[in-house]
């Protein structure tokens, strides 16, 4: 079993649209976790990190399930910008594992 | 403030041909890492350097890569020889903390091996 597992997609939605991606994580002994954003082409770059009371930034809200060992996130009002992959990092105190990230296509 | 920077951003060598990357990670930042991302993967980590103390290169195939952070600043990773499937993009990344702070990322190298 792959230590970060998300769903490759890509998710096709429309502007405007309210789209959600899960990722699940193995090692139950984690304590960070983040969901960071790669454009096309260029480097990763935090989005958001994710708390275990949840949290929200703007269009973006994090959530953290540790008895079922799945974060999650939820994009409202998608704007054709949001286009990208998005990636799911979990890790304890010595390393961090990227997921192989889902991609989002919002279409005008 | 200026991020991570890399270089260089592309390269291109025939196999069994040595290649060397180089990573200036962001002023302060004590913790540096390499990862290597491939095609529709995320960034797998390679090594990952504390100041200038390799503390986690578990995933490094050490007959042909090699590291160095000297200074604990400026860091090289090399690869010799090159093999076709070393193609892809090395990242370098740097946080000011240890493992649980935000990684900031260079824009990569893209290897390519023919």
């Known amino acids: 079993r792959k230590e970060v597992e998300q769903d490759p997609g890509p998710f096709n939605v429309p502007e405007g649209a309210t789209v959600a991606f899960n990722c699940t994580y193995s090692?139950?002994?984690?304590?960070?976790f983040f969901w960071y954003r790669q454009d096309c082409r260029k480097e990763p770059k935090l989005l958001m990190s994710?708390?275990?009371s949840g949290n929200e930034d703007g269009r973006f809200t994090a959530q953290l399930n540790r008895a079922s060992q799945y974060i999650s996130l939820l994009i409202r009002d998608s704007k054709l910008s949001d286009s990208a992959t998005y990636l799911c990092?979990?890790?304890?105190?010595?390393?961090?594992?990227f997921g192989k990230g889902t991609m989002l296509l919002v279409s005008p | 403030e200026a991020g991570v920077v890399q270089s260089p951003r592309y390269k291109i060598i025939e196999k069994k041909q040595p290649v060397a990357f180089w990573c200036n990670p962001i002023?302060?930042?004590?913790?540096l890492y390499w990862y290597r991302q491939n095609l529709g993967q995320g960034p797998e980590l390679l090594i990952r350097?504390?100041?200038?103390?390799?503390?986690?290169d578990s995933q490094l195939p050490k007959d042909r890569f090699s590291a160095e952070r000297l200074k604990g600043v400026d860091s090289t990773l090399k690869i010799q020889p090159a093999e076709l499937g070393d193609s892809a993009v090395y990242l370098c990344a740097s946080s000011p903390g240890g493992v649980g702070d935000t990684q900031y990322f260079g824009p990569g190298t893209r290897l390519t091996v023919l």
């Open positions: 090692n139950s002994a984690s304590q960070s």
């Open positions: 350097y504390e100041n200038e103390e390799a503390v986690d």
């Open positions: 994710v708390y275990s």
């Open positions: 990092v979990a890790g304890g105190y010595s390393t961090l594992t």
């Open positions: 002023s302060g930042h004590n913790t």
